[in-house]
């Protein structure tokens, strides 16, 4: 097996951390060992399984091609033998009668073209193989994705993964798994040839798998040092992934232009290209020189053996039929051994790809504990107790010591600068993360102890940076109730009520119209009207009894969104309505306003009691009204 390279500090999430020293190889890994070398087959039996639970029938008929594949070639050699001999045989006799000749040659011809049909067939199962496999790899994929946590998401090495893993999902498998059967088609081969040769002398039979050896080990051992440098080097493989999206996708040309970024971005592509291709190039190299120096080895021993041969008829140790034969056996034997060692080269770069695709699917996801679908305090609404959350990896808080309590109808308005934990509070209370320290109840009963599908029914959300689904405009205000999906009647009500109805009937095809650039005729709002499309989202969820809105009216005029704050207060009577926004003049208006400061809640209480404090809120307050005055 080939040990996990070395991590030095997990880079933090989102960062593009540089890392181009090499990690030293653990001790042992220098040198080539027995499980380093059998590292190829590693993944082996997990793409067969794979491959047999998608298709059996397919398995099995790719298995058997195999061996017909694999035998016949030394069956072919052996009836050529027979024909020369027979041929001379023949010629000697006075009248010669070559009706046996003619016979054996149809049989090597039947041969022959079984052998053909086997490889067709292989190619075939292939191809019906790689569409039933990739299909059936990347709904593992997604499968998977549905039900890993947000900072799963958030934390770049995890990305990687799941990037890496969907890019190949088609191929990789599949690959791996024609080279492993290809190893065994032609290890039976030469375990045939072998048979065969052994009349001649068992030392030929172990001249043709020695000869091979000292290539396939080299192959081994830097295809596995190859293995190695991929996965080292995945910081700066997902860099330039990046940089390709931002200089080649619709989203991004507007600012790279604007800004003129696109030179120098391009030329940071071109500088990591580079430093990747210098390691590269002194592997491949590496790899080069030795694979021609071990494979002269072969071929001296290939030649030594033809001489040895060639002797061996002209003294009449053998008969001439058999000497094509042995000759036959040796340069197919040859073939075999450096067919396997190419299959070995690509099967480290598929167990590459396997191994991050297990990886990912192997994440380990905490279980979903919670069963409970209602609390025993209904009436108590929402109440967070010394609420504490520090993100993975993150040196202070973002959030401390939060306490609050929300009952049904009311409202909460969070004000604070960027950056101090008001969203972070909203993916606490949505359970996306879970507290650090402290805890958050919901109708009197821990968040944790809620079925995860039973709490999220209860809580409407848009966030600021809300999803822009590029589907029609009715589907996108349907996203906010799964059940009502594509419900045209409910589209229509929410549409109303987040004052989005106006602007979509004016589209070409009203709520069938396509959004969003990826298709043809599809079409893109301007900010405030995607802003209202979100609000109508959050208007479909007419269960859902706590509605927060992070920012999403921050491109509407301020006349609109106090329109629409005041619409859900109304709406609201016995629900709970947090809002996040840096108005004050719709923070006014909410029962109770918490000022937060570097994740702690460092006023409290309703417009007028802040005012009357006269602290941080009423600064900003009078700050605000000023300048709209
Ligand atoms: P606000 O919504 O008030 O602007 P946030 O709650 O988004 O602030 O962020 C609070 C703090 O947490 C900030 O210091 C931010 O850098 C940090 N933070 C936010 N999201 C993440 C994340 N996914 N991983 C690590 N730190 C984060």
Request: proline share 3%.
């Amino acid at each position: 097996m080939v040990a996990e390279p070395a991590r030095s500090g997990k880079p933090a999430p989102g960062r593009f951390v540089h890392r181009l020293t090499p990690v030293p190889a653990p001790a042992g890994e220098t040198r080539l060992n027995l499980r380093g070398f059998f590292g190829v087959f590693r993944y082996s039996r997990r793409a067969i399984e794979l491959v047999w639970s998608t298709s059996r029938a397919l398995t099995v008929a790719i298995a058997a091609l195999t061996v017909v594949a694999g035998a016949l070639p030394a069956a072919v050699a052996y009836v050529g033998s027979l024909i020369v001999d027979a041929v001379v045989a023949a010629m000697r006799a006075p009248g010669g009668d070559a009706t046996y000749v003619i016979q054996l040659v149809i049989l090597e011809g039947v041969l022959v073209a079984t052998i053909a049909a086997a490889q067709r067939g292989l190619s075939l199962c292939q191809s019906l193989l790689r569409a039933q496999l990739g299909q059936r790899v990347n709904v593992m994929i997604l499968e998977k994705a549905l039900t890993l946590e947000l900072q799963h998401f958030e934390d770049s090495e995890f990305y990687d993964k799941l990037t890496r893993a969907r890019r190949e999902a088609s191929s990789r498998p599949l690959s791996l798994v024609m080279r492993t059967f290809g190893l065994v088609q032609n290890g039976i081969s030469l375990v045939s040839y072998g048979t065969l040769l052994i009349h001649f002398s068992p030392w030929a039979v172990a001249v043709l798998l020695l000869a091979g050896l000292p290539a396939f080990v080299a192959e081994a051992k830097f295809s596995g040092d190859a293995f190695r440098l991929f996965r080292w080097r995945s910081p700066e493989t997902r860099m330039q992934m990046y940089l390709e999206t931002v200089l080649a996708r619709e989203d991004h040309a507007k600012e790279v232009k604007l800004y003129n970024l696109g030179s120098r971005l391009l030329q940071r592509y071109r500088d990591i290209f580079n430093r990747l291709y210098r390691e590269d190039r002194a592997l491949t190299i590496r790899r080069d020189v030795w694979g021609f120096g071990l494979g002269l080895i072969a071929t001296v021993a290939l030649y030594g053996a033809y001489a040895w041969i060639a002797l061996s008829t002209v003294r009449g140790l053998i008969t001439l039929g058999q000497m094509t034969m042995y000759l036959m056996l040796f340069r197919q034997g040859q073939a075999a051994v450096s067919a396997s060692l190419s299959a070995v080269g690509g099967m480290y770069e598929d167990n590459l790809y396997l191994s991050t695709l297990y990886e990912y699917l192997e994440t380990e996801v905490p279980p979903d504990t919670g069963v409970a679908t209602r609390g025993p305090h209904p009436e108590d609404g929402i109440r967070f107790e010394n609420v504490g959350f520090t993100y993975p990896g993150a040196s202070e808080p973002a959030l401390e010591n939060v306490t609050l309590h929300l009952k049904p109808g009311s409202s909460l308005a969070l004000v604070g600068e960027n950056g101090s934990g008001k969203t972070t509070l909203i993916k606490l209370l949505t359970r996306l993360y879970r507290p650090t320290t402290g805890r958050i109840l919901l109708d009197g009963l821990d968040l944790n102890a809620w079925d995860e599908r039973a709490l999220r029914e209860r809580i409407g959300v848009i966030f600021q940076d809300f999803t822009r689904y590029q589907m029609l405009v009715g589907e996108n205000v349907g996203a906010g109730d799964e059940a009502y999906f594509e419900d045209e009647q409910r589209w229509r009500e929410a549409a109303q009520k987040g004052q989005a109805s106006d602007f979509i009937e004016t589209l070409p095809a009203g709520y069938h119209t396509q959004l969003g650039k990826w298709f043809r005729e599809g079409r893109e709002l301007s900010g405030g009207q995607w802003q209202k499309i979100a609000l109508s989202r959050a208007f479909m969820r007419t269960r859902a009894d706590i509605l927060v809105l992070d920012e999403p009216t921050a491109a509407m005029d301020a006349q609109a969104e106090a329109e629409v704050f005041e619409h859900f207060r109304q709406l609201a009577r016995e629900r709970i309505t947090i809002l996040i926004s840096h108005r004050f003049s719709t923070v006014r208006m909410a029962d109770q306003i918490a000022v937060l400061d570097r994740g702690r809640v460092i006023e409290h209480g309703s417009h007028d009691e802040l005012m009357a404090a006269n602290g941080r809120y009423a600064h900003l307050f009078t700050l605000q009204a000023r300048g709209y005055r």
